[in-house]
């Protein structure tokens, strides 16, 4: 009997966790996401509140129309 085949089964092992790099990598990324992500946002934001804006005076301009 061979000492290296001592009743022991290669079996795959686990998938390993991420190297320290790959972590680095991937908080990178989620943190490029959420700034892409906020920037969106805050220029719907911006854009919704223009629009609001718009309606609002169209509605006091017909507010005013027919008070007159």
């Known amino acids: 009997m061979e000492p290296s085949a001592a009743g022991r089964k290669e079996r795959p092992r686990p998938r390993e966790p991420p ?3 790959e972590k ?10 959420k700034q892409r992500q906020r920037a969106e946002i805050y220029a ?3 854009v919704m509140t223009e629009l609001e804006q718009q309606q609002f005076d169209s509605f ?6 027919s008070g007159e």
């Open 19 to 21: 190297s320290r790099l």
């Open 24 to 33: 680095a990598k991937q908080k990178s990324a989620q943190q490029e996401l």
């Open 44 to 46: 719907l934001n911006r």
């Open 60 to 65: 006091c301009k017909q507010m005013q129309a």
